[in-house]
């Protein structure tokens, strides 16, 4: 059991690492549409939209360095404590973009260009799963330095399904609403 259980906190981590990083990544990249989907969720004034657009990439990179540090020097709770955080913040401002009735072109997170309206329900069950992946390192918290090199191989790999699994989800999301018209 406990070969399993190290297995399942190695996929989850390097997966929730994987989707930070990749996430950052995408944010650089397309730092307009970002600003845009920042601007959408009205949660910043315009002003600050700008330079918070550039700097919240730079901060999740931090975010998955800081994890990776405290997961293989200190503890993988730590870093399921700082990955539910900020998981629980993202979680929050599409709680009051729902409840705000606020209507989205890009959550600013996918990895995709699509111009449809996105479905903040949705997007926040994607991000409940995520919330779920980082509580469950935070309670079978695992020590990932003492799991050998045939499950991190092993949860590498099945973390790579899991993000794959993951943008397929997501551009489900994001083309949510264009597969709707096409049922009817």
């Known amino acids: 059991m406990t070969s ?7 996929s989850i981590f390097v997966f929730l690492i ?8 995408h944010k650089i990249q397309a730092s307009q549409p ?11 004034p315009v002003r600050f939209a700008w330079p918070l657009s550039k700097m919240i990439p730079w901060l999740e990179g931090a975010v998955v360095v800081l994890s990776i540090i405290t997961a293989l020097f200190f503890s993988v709770l730590y870093s399921g404590i700082l990955l539910l955080a900020v998981l629980s913040l993202y979680t929050a401002i599409l709680f009051s973009a729902k409840v705000r009735n606020l209507t989205l072109d890009d959550c600013g997170c996918s990895f995709t260009q699509s111009k449809s309206e996105v479905s903040i ?5 994607r991000n ?7 509580l469950l390192l935070c309670v079978n918290p695992q020590e990932l330095t003492q799991a050998p ?3 991190w191989c092993v949860g590498v790999v099945f973390s790579g399904f899991l ?6 989800f997501d551009l489900l999301i994001s083309n949510y609403s264009l597969l709707k018209k096409l049922r009817v």
């Open 149 to 151: 090199l045939l499950v």
């Open 4 to 10: 399993f259980s190290l297995l399942v906190n190695v």
């Open 128 to 134: 409940s799963l995520l919330l779920a992946s980082a």
């Open 121 to 125: 329900n949705l997007l926040m069950v």
């Open 18 to 25: 994987s989707v930070f990083l990749l996430s950052a990544y």
């Open 163 to 168: 993000v794959v699994s993951y943008f397929s």
């Open 34 to 44: 970002f600003y845009e989907a920042l601007l959408a969720f009205r949660v910043v």
